[in-house]
Structure formats: structure tokens, C-alpha cells
């Protein structure tokens, strides 16, 4: 049957987002119960899994589906992807006992080699009849901002070796890695899809249109960067390169949306995908909103003082922005539906967490207390997430295993 291998795959891919909301819950627990661990190794253990075990996973199995010629590389694609498998639990199974030492950055070394192969092959078995289409054009930068990411994780062994992990370049090393990875690579290759699903129903943009979305979007990209070197307190010029990045991106998702938005009302989607589409749409204009404001010293300031701010932000982009963008393609190419009881537990988890955590640096900005029990009634919010992943996994495991008893 057509898509049972990208099925199986999202469902790796909804695995790890299960494996990663659990360690987030050890997490949020931790300061209530004293668990015998390592606190920063789990938060490796956590970011790794829930970057590249839910979301890379989930991307590129969407991304082989939708442009890859299957006739031709589909065996190949599952040697690429068993191999970056055995990568993802060689970290799982590093990462909370070691932190970053040597095992541990073999693997996500491993990794990341693994992700150039993907990406090659990506490049060489694109279906020829997409090759003049914006989607692809879209697709193939977020690749390249993909691999140009990269260069922060091999950065940060020469910066530890000879600067130490105290130096400025470590944490820009990071923040450059993450920047390009969620605003290039993911943003980017879920437009990508937009475009492709649009295109499938002949809505093409015009030419001349994309074009202009295509130029801000990525000079908006790149120079939007220098937002993330905003706590350094740099000379103005970095202020006014970051502030222009953040105008340009924000004008082509407002272009963008303005060009599609009567498109996607000619789709046809279900009440579901409509309300998962909106929710991207609304929480994609509130991360530019924040990001514009960062632009300004007295926000980037309060943003690089108070961490609360930072991990809100990054919940809002990851959990927030590109999870419920592949909720919506998974559910919409029909590889992985979501239900109405899923997207309840799991969007009134994040919505709570995301207000408690930003409560938090508010008050840390402001100087307050924050009220007694609060880690307890994050953790329990958290619990939320985990319900609607797991809810979402067993509904469409359950659906899969009818669908192959019938077949027998």
C-alpha cells in the first residue's frame, strides 16, 4: 500500500517525540524529587532527541514522500535512514549518562554525516516532474541551511579544545547551529510543503511572486542571525543587521500569506487541518513578533538576562510552530492522523507550559517571586504534551495494525 513505509517511519519519528517528552518530564520533576541524575547530561539526552529524533525524522520521511522518485531509491533511502537510527540511539543511550564526551559525539558525529548523505541523495532522486517547482526551490535551501548549520557543532570541539566552554564562541556556536536550523532548515522546509500541497491542485504561485518571497525570505534568514549575537552587546551595526533580518522574514511570511491564503481555502481541508493550520499561522506570526522585538537592546537584553525568556521562545518555535506544521502535513497526506482528543491534550499542554514558563521570566524580569507549587504545576502541564503524543501514537498504531490484518 502507498505510504506504508513513510507511515512506519513518522511513527519512529512520533516514538522519539514520546521518548523526549519523557525526558522532559524528568526534567520538569527533577527540582521536586531529586532524581539521581545528571541534570545537564539529561538536557542533551532531551534537546538531541526531540531536534533529530522527532523533527529531522518527521521532515525528511514528509520530504522523501512528497519529491523523492521512489522507484529508484527507495532501498537506498532505508539504509540512509536505519543508519541515521542507529546514530539517534547511540545518543539516547550516551547522551544522559555522559553529557558530551566521547561516545556521545561519536554518534551525533555520525549524525550529522549521516544528514549529508541525505541530503545528497535527496538532491540526485528528485522527481524530475518538480524540478521548476517553488516548492522544490524551497526544499533545497532549507537543505543547504541544513548542512550550513552544521558548521556550529563541528565548531564547538576546536572552541572547547583551545577557548573552553566559557568562551562567547561556545554559546554563538550553538545559537548559530540552532538559528539555521529552525528558522532555514525546518521553517523553510515546512514552506516547502505548503507549496508542494498547493501545487498538487495546480495553485501556483506566480513567478514573479515567489521570487520576491523567496529573495526576503532568505536574506531574512541569514541576516536575522545577528539577533543571536544581540547578548554580546555589540556595536549598533549588528542591532540594525539583526532588526532587518527579523523586517525581512516577517514581510515574506506576510507576502507569502497574503499570495496562499486563498489558495489554501480552494484545498478542501478538514475542520482538524483547518484548526492545525491556523494554530502554525498564529504561533508563526507570535514568533516573529518576539523575534522583531529582540531587534531592540532593551528586549535583547531582558531576553539574554533572563533564560525563562529563551527556553519559552524556543518551546513556542519547536513545540509550538514546526511540531503542529508536521501535525498538519502528516495528518493532511494521510500518513499519521491526528484526532480531536490528541490535538486538545497535546496543544493545552503546550499553551500552559509556554504561559508558565514566560510567567516565569516575567517575574524574574520584574523582580517577583514566582507563586509556591509552580514547578509542580508545570510538571503536571507537562504531563499534557506527553498524554497527546502518546494518544496520537497508540490511535495510529492501532489504525495500522487493523489496516494490515485486513490486507492478510
Request: charged share 10%; with cysteine; net charge positive.
Amino acid at each position: 500500500m502507498k505510504g506504508n513505509l513513510h507511515r512506519r517511519y513518522l511513527g519512529i519519528a512520533i516514538g522519539y517525540f514520546a521518548i523526549a517528552a519523557v525526558l522532559g518530564l524528568l526534567l520538569r520533576f527533577f527540582p521536586i524529587f531529586s532524581f539521581g541524575f545528571n541534570y545537564r547530561y539529561m538536557v542533551h539526552a532531551h534537546s538531541h532527541i526531540a531536534l533529530l529524533g522527532w523533527v529531522y525524522v518527521a521532515l525528511t520521511t514528509l520530504l522523501h514522500y512528497c519529491f523523492v522518485d521512489k522507484t529508484t531509491s527507495n532501498e537506498r533511502y532505508k539504509y540512509i535512514f536505519w543508519g541515521t537510527q542507529g546514530t539517534l540511539i547511540g545518543m539516547l543511550l550516551t547522551f544522559p549518562f555522559q553529557g558530551y564526551a566521547l561516545f556521545s559525539i561519536l554518534f551525533s558525529t555520525l549524525f550529522l554525516i549521516v544528514s549529508y548523505v541525505y541530503t545528497y541523495h535527496f538532491w540526485k532522486n528528485v522527481d524530475s516532474k518538480y524540478k521548476k517547482r517553488g516548492s522544490l526551490q524551497c526544499v533545497k535551501a532549507a537543505l543547504v541551511y541544513m548542512v550550513i548549520s552544521s558548521l556550529g557543532p563541528w565548531a564547538l570541539g576546536a572552541i572547547m579544545s583551545t577557548l573552553g566552554a566559557q568562551s562567547i564562541w561556545y554559546r554563538l556556536s550553538i545559537y548559530f547551529y540552532l538559528h539555521f536550523q529552525y528558522n532555514g532548515w525546518m521553517v523553510l522546509a515546512l514552506i516547502g510543503l505548503l507549496l508542494f500541497v498547493l501545487e498538487q491542485r495546480d495553485l501556483i504561485l506566480p513567478k514573479k511572486s515567489f521570487v520576491r518571497f523567496f529573495q526576503a525570505i532568505n536574506i531574512g534568514i541569514v541576516l536575522s542571525f545577528f539577533l543571536s549575537t544581540l547578548w554580546t552587546e555589540p556595536s549598533a551595526t549588528f542591532y540594525f543587521l539583526g532588526g532587518s533580518g527579523a523586517v525581512a522574514q516577517l514581510y515574506a511570511l506576510l507576502y507569502l500569506w497574503t499570495l496562499a491564503k486563498g489558495k489554501i481555502i480552494q484545498l478542501h481541508l478538514s475542520k482538524l487541518q483547518n484548526v492545525l493550520l491556523r494554530t502554525v499561522v498564529i504561533l508563526t506570526g507570535l514568533k516573529m513578533l518576539l523575534q522583531l522585538l529582540t531587534a531592540l537592546p532593551y528586549f535583547a537584553q531582558m531576553a539574554a538576562t533572563c533564560l525563562d525568556f529563551t527556553i519559552g521562545y524556543l518551546h513556542l518555535t519547536f513545540l509550538g510552530v514546526i511540531s503542529f506544521g508536521l501535525f498538519f502535513f502528516m495528518d493532511y497526506f494521510g500518513l499519521f492522523r491526528m484526532s480531536r482528543k490528541s490535538y486538545l491534550f497535546y496543544f493545552l499542554g503546550f499553551l500552559l507550559t509556554e504561559c508558565l514558563i514566560f510567567y516565569k521570566g516575567i517575574a524574574a524580569w520584574q523582580e517577583w517571586g514566582v507563586f509556591s507549587g509552580y514547578m509542580s504545576l508545570l510538571a503536571i502541564c507537562s504531563l499534557l504534551i506527553l498524554f497527546g503524543v502518546l494518544i496520537l501514537l497508540i490511535q495510529n498504531l492501532s489504525k495500522n495494525q487493523e489496516l494490515h490484518d485486513r490486507t492478510l
